[in-house]
């Protein structure tokens, strides 16, 4: 029943990402005066806050469980890694913000787990310019940090054909055993279509005869997608 909803933010474009843990607050990517930073907007309505300002393309925010950090991923140094701030702000010119990852790849969509351990987030090859679709990609996960960002190494999960929409939002189990995800399957081309006739590779001993020769027409045509069959109507009918 969408009989109460209402509009949550009426700039545009906007792309919902994060609910706190309080359910008082959704946080979104926006972009605004020509940037993409990060945004949240109160549930209960009212006017968006800006909690990013640096330049560059913040997105992907997603509320650490205890909820007092947003992950993000921010190519604010030249690529894509995953940063944190304070959930009510990076502060001015965001020196509140502190980088998580320091790697070779484009790093997007960090999700915290329930439990408060473990991050995942997907990594595209280095020098990808946003999150495309039909890409090979890693899913990596690392300990969430505590109070203080510890270097850390990322251990990659999985290998595997994806990109856009393979883990845009969080999708932990409550138990933080394991998280769905969306990985793409390449299907074969479809037959080319023609309107050849095949050839005749030879000629098998078989005599069809067709009491209803417009069935017989609407027959090939499915089968073989030719509008008429071979010559093979009885004189006889």
């Avoid at 300002?53 to 205890?66: A, L, N, T, V």
Wanted: with cysteine.
């Amino acid at each position: 029943d969408a009989s109460s909803a209402h509009l949550m933010t009426p700039k545009s474009p906007s792309y919902y990402h994060g609910w706190s843990p309080d359910g008082k607050w959704l946080a979104y990517c926006a972009q605004r005066d020509g940037n993409f930073d990060i945004f949240r907007v109160p549930v209960a309505g009212g006017d968006e806050e800006r909690l990013t300002s640096s330049p560059g393309y913040d997105d992907g925010p997603d509320y650490s469980p205890d909820g007092k950090w947003i992950y993000i991923n921010s190519d604010r140094t030249g690529q894509f890694q995953i940063w944190r701030f304070p959930a009510a702000g990076a502060g001015p010119n965001d020196e509140n913000a502190e980088r998580v990852t320091n790697d070779e790849s484009e790093d997007w969509f960090p999700h915290p787990s329930p439990d408060g351990k473990w991050m995942v987030f997907v990594s595209f090859p280095k020098g990808t310019k946003g999150h495309p679709a039909n890409q090979n990609v890693q899913l990596c996960r690392m300990p969430l940090p505590g109070v203080t960002v510890k270097p850390a190494k990322a251990e990659v999960i999985a290998d595997l054909f994806g990109g856009q929409g393979t883990i845009n939002v969080n999708s932990w189990a409550p138990d933080s055993q394991r998280f769905a995800y969306v990985s793409y399957e390449v299907l074969p081309a479809p037959a080319v279509q023609t309107t050849e006739r095949p050839r005749i590779m030879g000629l098998a001993h078989v005599a069809l005869y067709a009491h209803d020769f417009e069935k017989s027409r609407s027959f090939y045509h499915q089968f073989l997608g030719f509008d008429e069959p071979y010559s093979l109507k009885n004189p006889d009918g």
